[in-house]
């Protein structure tokens, strides 16, 4: 049989995984790269890794690669193809193009268009009949990635990403992948426990994600087997029989595995979420083969019948809510369960944040990688016997700001102070005019300018002068000791450079890539003062969470709604303290709604509308902003809006959302809903802080795109222009 070069793709950090499922399955000449194993093999391996591989995202058939210096070498060295060999002139085509550093092409919507009209002019030259375009579930689908100046061709033998088993309902969105549940379940060892007969047990099951990928992989069950669409059905060169066995060999095995299956169970809290989990199961065929029962967490333990296993769940991270010390309670208290009721188990958990881990008390193996959409996770994995257990004490930030406070008292807590002291003075000598010539009482004085010294230093104008230093988490290269000591240099020098005292100067650490930071809760004074911007007054709290209730790289989007308010109908989602609101009132907005989904800020947003007396038909609504989105967006009467302000989170997984919520891979549907609300002529403005963005325009071609990141992009900001991307979208 002919031998074929391969790729497969899969989620980043789940290369090694993938490789050994395609040894497992006879791939030869198995290499991992980045997001995905290159191999060699026939057209059965192909089959069987998009039946079998439980990790895999797509499989790829090569067909050339080629140079491209312009938009016709793309043209033509897809044209070079004998496409008549993959598809009849009549099949449905559908092409998907990305490219990375190509001076040629870098608008993936033009490349798959130049792509398509070279398939589509080849067949119509040749029999006067061109295929169709069909973007879900086409024929044919064509892949193309451009990097630098090479083009890979290839034929997505998967059609769509493989995590896709078909047994979910696809209106409802899972916190976690199949594959990335796959994966966890393989990383903790769940296949040689379930051959032991150990348990599996999800306490915060949802809607059943780790329990049916644990039954798939328990019971020899292939991930792939209830899908009825793969890309290779359409292609011209699919060997039905070939697929027939190996599909009866499947089913065979399936049969074999659901003899031996281990006991299988799922608790979760909401009686809905337990409803579909039943559904997803019956889907699945396999009710009556894994229990699942309405029960919180507190309540959570094995029947005596049952043998000793597995925990794995994903518990809630990535919070953008107003009530961290609610989700840190919910982890210890899931701790003392573990502790006391499953002794002698093992347990997997994917969080996103250390701190919360900790507060389980028990000490878990190395921590691995792995990411959950963009966000970088960690994967704890517990044995659960008494010698690793602990009483978790974390250091409050009020603690540890004291301690850097002693030590910046200390005579000469840094040597090299100076120099931070230096480079304090010079940026304040120069946005203090230009905050004074531009009525600006907030702003941001110093940003990690130096590298021995990453913090950021943002200055409060209002009753009195306040400090907001943001530490910035150290690199694990940094020894902790010189750091500390470093930090009490800056905190010195503050206070003597502006001239203020030392107790209005306030000390957070801002700790990388978590999504639920800028929310954390982290006292509990209550404290809060009054600041201006633009004419418009805001209550802020230098003490209680890491951020101050006011996003100053926001500023110039801000005053531009203020601008543009007038008579307007004004709408602002994900809204955390409802500041924007406040900006398109006192604008002259006639009425406003304001979306969050925190109480806690939703009630900071009421006192900011009091404090500057705003009345009328200015409403506050509590809920799920993506969710609420698509039920107006779907309502009969759409409520119609001039003016909307979109400013998502990067992630969040709360368990108060129906879904989770990841920016790069539900920005289309929030756009698109979004969009649905405008009235005629009217402006939304997107804007994200997560760096590695890539707006989808192919996906949202009806609507008209112009990027005014930099013109909102403040003075003091300019060292970091990425600190946020901004769009002005219309229809």
Not at 117 to 141: G, H, Y
Not at 628 to 635: C, G, K, V, Y
Request: some cysteine; overall charge neutral.
């Amino acid at each position: 049989m002919t031998q074929y070069p391969l790729y497969a793709t899969a989620p980043k950090a789940l290369e090694g995984i993938l490789a050994n499922e395609i040894r497992s399955l006879g791939g030869q000449n198995v290499k991992e790269k980045l997001a995905g194993v290159a191999f060699d093999g026939d057209l059965a391996l192909a089959y069987r890794v998009c039946l079998w591989s439980r990790v895999a995202n797509r499989i790829f058939l090569p067909l050339s690669s080629f140079e491209v210096k312009s938009q016709q070498d793309l043209y033509d060295g897809v044209k070079r193809i004998n496409w008549f060999e993959h598809m009849k002139p009549d099949d449905s085509l559908a092409v998907s193009f990305s490219s990375k550093n190509s001076p040629a092409i870098n608008n993936t919507h033009f490349g798959a268009q130049k792509v398509k009209d070279a398939i589509v002019d080849q067949m119509r030259a040749k029999f006067n009949k061109r295929p169709s375009v069909e973007t879900e579930r086409p024929s044919l689908r064509v892949n193309v990635y451009l990097h630098n100046d090479l083009a890979q061709l290839s034929l997505d033998l998967s059609g769509e990403s493989l995590h896709k088993r078909g047994f979910r309902d696809v209106s409802i969105a899972a916190p976690i992948k199949e594959n990335l549940a796959a994966a966890i379940l393989l990383r903790a060892g769940w296949p040689a426990i379930a051959e032991q007969g150990g348990t599996l047990l999800d306490p915060m099951c949802g809607s059943g994600t780790m329990l049916l990928e644990g039954a798939l992989i328990a019971a020899d069950i292939a991930p792939g087997l209830q899908r009825d669409y793969f890309g290779f059905l359409g292609w011209k060169k699919h060997d039905a029989e070939l697929w027939q066995g190996l599909l009866d060999e499947a089913r065979q095995r399936r049969e074999a595995g659901l003899a031996k299956l281990p006991t299988i169970v799922g608790f979760d809290q909401d009686r809905r979420t337990v409803a579909t989990a039943v559904q997803h199961v019956e889907n699945a065929g396999l009710s009556g083969k894994i229990h699942i029962e309405k029960r919180d967490i507190g309540d959570a333990a094995a029947a005596e019948s049952w043998p000793k296993g597995l925990i794995a769940c994903n518990p809630p991270y990535g919070e953008r809510l107003g009530d961290e010390a609610e989700t840190a309670a919910l982890y210890r208290r899931f701790g003392e369960v573990l502790k006391q009721r499953f002794a002698g188990w093992l347990a997997a958990m994917i969080i996103s944040d250390p701190e919360l881990g900790f507060r389980f008390g028990i000490r878990s193996q190395k921590p691995i990688t792995l990411f959950n959409g963009a966000l970088e996770c960690k994967l704890l994995r517990f044995n659960i016997e008494e010698r690793v257990f602990f009483e978790p004490k974390a250091k409050s930030q009020q603690e540890r700001a004291e301690s850097i406070w002693r030590r910046a008292q200390a005579e000469q807590p840094d040597p090299q102070a100076d120099m931070f002291g230096n480079r304090l003075r010079k940026n304040l000598k120069k946005l203090a005019k230009w905050a004074k010539q531009n009525n600006v009482h907030c702003y941001r004085l110093y940003d990690a300018d130096l590298p021995e010294y990453a913090v950021a230093v943002d200055v409060y104008q209002g009753e009195n002068t306040w400090v907001n230093v943001q530490e910035y988490e150290s690199p694990k290269t940094i020894d902790p000791a010189k750091a500390n000591q470093r930090l009490a240099g800056a905190m010195a020098e503050i206070p003597k450079v502006l001239e203020i005292p030392a107790n209005q100067v306030f000390l957070k650490i801002r700790r990388k890539q978590k999504a639920s930071d800028q929310y954390e809760k982290q006292g509990d004074s209550g404290r809060f003062q009054v600041v201006e911007e633009g004419g418009c007054k805001f209550w802020v709290n230098f003490e209680d969470y890491l951020d101050t209730g006011l996003f100053l790289d926001h500023r110039p989007m801000r005053l531009r709604i203020q601008q543009e308010a007038k008579g307007k109908r004004f709408l602002n989602l994900f809204a955390y303290t409802g500041s924007a609101t406040v900006h398109a009132a006192l604008g002259g907005a006639v009425a406003s709604v304001t979306v969050d989904m925190s109480n806690t800020y939703l009630d900071w947003a009421k006192r900011n509308f009091e404090l500057n007396g705003i009345r009328g038909d200015h409403k506050l609504v509590r809920a799920d902003c993506p969710k609420w989105l698509a039920e107006q967006a779907t309502a009969k009467t759409k409520p119609q809006f001039d003016l909307i302000f979109l400013d998502p989170p990067t992630f969040s997984n709360s368990k108060k959302m129906d879904e989770a919520f990841d920016i790069q891979n539900d920005h289309v549907a929030l756009l698109k809903n979004a969009a649905a609300l405008l009235a005629p002529g009217g402006v939304l403005y997107f804007s994200t802080n997560f760096r590695r963005f890539k707006l989808d325009r192919e996906a949202l071609a009806g609507l008209h795109f112009e990027d005014i990141t930099a013109a909102t992009i403040p003075d003091d900001f300019a060292r970091d222009q990425k600190i946020h991307y901004c769009w002005r979208i219309s229809r």
